[in-house]
Structure formats: structure tokens, C-alpha cells
């Protein structure tokens, strides 16, 4: 008996001792010097900028990572990711989205849909933070993290170009804001790559940091009752020697009630100048004195198909999107949330569909490339975008993390019928990432 209790102590031993964990820590520093402008069509200027600016190659960042031997066959781990802003005085405070204009105080996006101002500093500087844990079952995630869609269609290497230029930014990702959008809250299950080639992944989340809520009555924060979000997405995965395909797609609800007086700043007196803010989960909440806000219900499907093949001279990537999302109204007022900075109907359904074509040709340590791309946003009786863009650029490996890059694109959005309303955008950078 007591030589039995040694043992299975010994064995303990040996198990402790072969449990092995790591940290790392790892991050991109990408800067360079650029031109943007945005104008409409006959040339009037909206906003035009130049200097040394983020860059644009790979979204600047530091992030940790850990991992953590269980023993029989299990394994967990963390990833904790923030973007930063190396040319911005906050730094670790802001980051710079894509595509866009990079001016303080410009916000991030303007809309579900348009690029508007995307590139302006955001505060939202959570990139990723999930737990993880492993096995021969497949992989667990819980946190905050990339969402299906955006493995899709930008993760996976089916665009080739810079989506951080320009011209490449729009096709690939349409959709995504109305969808549930790049990064949320979620549960994501990913299967072990099966033999012939196949994987498969499905999550289940909310949208950004926010969870579904419920009051019992208005809020006094925010004058709301009701938040929900509901996302799901399955996306199938396919590998086979140079070729590479998936198709993924991604359901979002999201119903909201009305909002009411209930912020209780009056600045001026009247009932109807209150300013309210988000919260730090991200619930919705009253802006600019709206004394009352209708209630808001939509669903959104969007599916995704996404290929790329490497002919050894030439890698050619595609993404195709369709969905539709349709808005209702909830009770009294009847008002819902337009899915466009161009939309003038609120309620209703809106279809969209957008094709995004690529290509890269290595030379060497040179790689060059190239992308075209078509993006629609349709309600019953209007077409609300009409984007097409294009985008040329090459990349010089320094070493094996530092990599030299310039590129220039531009995009033109025809959804209006007049040349003054219709606008459209151009950018150039070179720069300089190092990887580490």
C-alpha cells in the first residue's frame, strides 16, 4: 500500500512538472506619411490631409499572449490585444480605424454602411480579449474577439490588398456594421481540421461589449428598457494544397425600446436639450435632446463566399457578400434606425450585396498588388450606395518583421444623382511596420 501511495505521488509529480505555460508578448509599429481627400463629384472638397500619419500596412498594436500545457491533451490560453496610435499624443488612449481620414477629434465611423470619416481616432482600443481552452475536441473561445465575418473577410487572406488604404476597405467588408460588426462579446466553437481539408467554426455573441438587457422600467441613465442583440454565424472552412475557400453566414437581431426623457440634465432649461452618453458595455443612449427616440427592431442575414488560389507566380483572392436587413417598427412612435448615412427611409428592407477581386504577384522580397471592388445598398425604391474602388500597391520584406510598403487607392460612391452629393475619396502612403 505504501509503495502504491509513493507511486501515484511520483506520478503526480511528474504530472505538475510537465505542465508548461508561456507568455509572450508581441505587437506591430506601423507608421508612414500619406495624403487622403475626400470631395464630391465635381470636385468640391470636403477634407484633405498630409503628414506622417498611423500607417497603414498592419493596424499598430501590443497585445499578450498566453498558453498553458493541462495535461491529458487539454491546453488554455489568452490573447489580451490593444490597438494604439503611434502618432498620436494619447497613444495607448485612441487608435486609428481604416480608410479613412486621420484627424483628432474626426469619429471613427459615421454609420452601419458608409465609410464616412472611418480613420478618425477611436477610443474603442480593445482589439481582442478572450479566453481560450483546447483539445482534441477543437477550441473553445470566450471574450471579446474577432468575429466570424471578420475572419472571413479580411483574417483569412482571401483580400491581398491593404484594407487600411483606399480602394480596398469597402467591398470585402460590406455589411459587417449592420451585422453585428469586426469584433464582439461572444462564444466561438472551432472543430479540429478534419482530413479532407474541412473545418468548421460557429459563434454566439451580442454586438461590441454590450450585453442583452432588460429594466423594469426606463432607465435613468439612459431612458431605455430593452436591449438585445442576438448574433450567430457558422462558417465552413476549406484547404486543399494552393487552394483555399469558405462560406460563412451570420444572423443579427437587434431590438431596442423607445427612449424617453429620462437623462435629467437641463441645461438650458427645457425638456428636450438632455445629452446622454454610452455606457462602458456600449447600451445605446439618448444624444443631442431628443426628448424621445422611437424603438428600434432589426434583422440582419448575411452570407459570404470567399476563394483564393496561389498559382506559385500570382496569388488571386475573391469575396462576394449578399444579405438583406430589415428594420421594423416597435409600438408608439413608429420610427426605426436608417441602415445609411444615405438613407431617407428608416423602416423597411434593405438588400446589399458587394464583390471584392485581388490579386498578388511576388517578386523576390517585393510583392506587388492589386484589388477592384463593387459595394450596393438597395431599399424598395432607391439605390443608397453605389461604390466602386480600386487599389494598386507593393510591399518590400526588409527581414523577416520588417516590411517597407506604399500603396494608393481611391473609391467613388454614385448613389446620388447629383454630381455635388456624390462623393468620393483618394489615398496615398508609404511607410515602414516592424513586427515584434
Not at 398 to 404: H, N, P
Request: aromatic residues 8%.
Amino acid at each position: 500500500m505504501k509503495k502504491s501511495l509513493i507511486a501515484l505521488a511520483a506520478l503526480a509529480a511528474v504530472g505538475v512538472a510537465s505542465a508548461q505555460s508561456s507568455v509572450t508578448m508581441y505587437g506591430v509599429a506601423d507608421i508612414g506619411y500619406g495624403s487622403h481627400k475626400t470631395s464630391s463629384r465635381d470636385g468640391t472638397v470636403f477634407t484633405k490631409t498630409a503628414g506622417v500619419m498611423d500607417g497603414s500596412n498592419a493596424g499598430s498594436r501590443i497585445g499578450f499572449r498566453g498558453t498553458e500545457d493541462l495535461g491529458g491533451g487539454l491546453r488554455a490560453g489568452f490573447v489580451i490585444e490593444q490597438g494604439i496610435s503611434p502618432t498620436n499624443g494619447a497613444l495607448f488612449g485612441v487608435r486609428t480605424g481604416n480608410s479613412g481620414i486621420a484627424y483628432d477629434g474626426q469619429a471613427a465611423s459615421t454609420s452601419q454602411w458608409d465609410p464616412g470619416t472611418a480613420g478618425g481616432y477611436s477610443q474603442a482600443t480593445n482589439r481582442q480579449s478572450y479566453a481560450e481552452l483546447g483539445g482534441g475536441f477543437g477550441t473553445v473561445r470566450v471574450g471579446f474577439q474577432y468575429t466570424t465575418l471578420y475572419e472571413v473577410s479580411t483574417l483569412s487572406g482571401f483580400s491581398q490588398t491593404s484594407e487600411g488604404v483606399y480602394g480596398a476597405g469597402i467591398s470585402h467588408t460590406w455589411g459587417a456594421g449592420a451585422a453585428g460588426g469586426t469584433r464582439a462579446n461572444g462564444i466561438t466553437y472551432i472543430s479540429p481540421r478534419f482530413a479532407g481539408g474541412f473545418e468548421v467554426s460557429a459563434q454566439v455573441g451580442s454586438a461590441g461589449g454590450r450585453a442583452n438587457t432588460e429594466w423594469g422600467s426606463a432607465n435613468s441613465g439612459n431612458g431605455l428598457t430593452q436591449d438585445k442583440q442576438n448574433r450567430t454565424s457558422v462558417k465552413l472552412d476549406y484547404t486543399k494544397g494552393p487552394l483555399r475557400a469558405a462560406v460563412a453566414h451570420t444572423s443579427f437581431k437587434s431590438q431596442v425600446s423607445a427612449r424617453g426623457d429620462n437623462c435629467n440634465i437641463d441645461n438650458a432649461g427645457t425638456s428636450n436639450d438632455d445629452v446622454c452618453l454610452y455606457n462602458v458595455l456600449g447600451a445605446l443612449t439618448l444624444t443631442n435632446g431628443s426628448t424621445t427616440d422611437g424603438p428600434t427592431r432589426f434583422d440582419t442575414k448575411l452570407t459570404q463566399l470567399a476563394a483564393s488560389y496561389d498559382f506559385g507566380v500570382a496569388k488571386v483572392g475573391a469575396t462576394y457578400n449578399t444579405g438583406s436587413k430589415n428594420t421594423t417598427a416597435v409600438g408608439t412612435p413608429s420610427s426605426g434606425t436608417a441602415p445609411s448615412a444615405g438613407a431617407t427611409t428608416a423602416v423597411g428592407q434593405y438588400d446589399f450585396n458587394s464583390l471584392g477581386i485581388s490579386a498578388g504577384i511576388p517578386m523576390g522580397a517585393a510583392r506587388f498588388v492589386a484589388s477592384w471592388g463593387k459595394a450596393e445598398l438597395k431599399s424598395s425604391t432607391a439605390v443608397l450606395a453605389d461604390y466602386t474602388q480600386m487599389q494598386v500597391g507593393a510591399t518590400y520584406a526588409l527581414s523577416k518583421r520588417t516590411t517597407a510598403y506604399a500603396y494608393t487607392g481611391n473609391w467613388q460612391n454614385d448613389m446620388a444623382t447629383t454630381a455635388t452629393a456624390a462623393r468620393k475619396g483618394k489615398q496615398a502612403i508609404f511607410g515602414l511596420a516592424h513586427s515584434f
